[in-house]
């Protein structure tokens, strides 16, 4: 009786560790979505490569941006771990395509799409740091 009483606490404590770590994720997540991912002006960017991350619990991702001509030239994701949502490597693309991480993110990959491009903000906020 005791050992089925100590795997019960175990497991009742695993569930509870488990939805604490969800929670946190989820609200470091929409902390981060509500930013405003157009806030740089990318044509006043000196020309350089920068890099930034952002992580949330469970996901998190370090970016690399590079800017040319007041144009996001290139986004790389030179880490990206995360849970469950997959996909959001593609948000690169779609950042260089509207020279901004103002985009909409992935369907199924909603964490993951918020830090990819909160990744990508703070290496543009890289680029106007002395």
């Known amino acids: 009786m005791k050992i089925k009483r100590i795997l019960i606490g ?3 404590l695993l569930l509870v560790s488990g939805a604490a770590v ?3 994720m989820g609200r470091k997540v929409a902390e981060f979505a509500k930013q405003d991912f157009s806030m740089i002006d990318i044509s006043k960017l000196p020309d350089g490569t920068y890099q930034g991350s952002a992580s949330a619990v469970l996901v998190n991702a370090q970016a690399e941006v590079t800017v040319h001509a007041g144009h996001i030239t290139e986004v790389k994701l030179l880490k990206h771990g995360h849970g469950p949502g997959y996909g ?5 693309d779609k950042i260089v395509e509207a020279n901004s991480p103002d985009i909409d993110g992935i369907s199924g990959a909603t964490a993951s799409s918020v830090i990819v491009k909160t ?4 290496a543009l906020k890289n680029g106007i740091s002395p």
């Open 119 to 122: 990744a990508v903000l703070e």
């Open 10 to 12: 175990l497991v009742v």
């Open 88 to 92: 959001a490597e593609t948000l690169c």
């Open 22 to 24: 969800f929670i946190l």
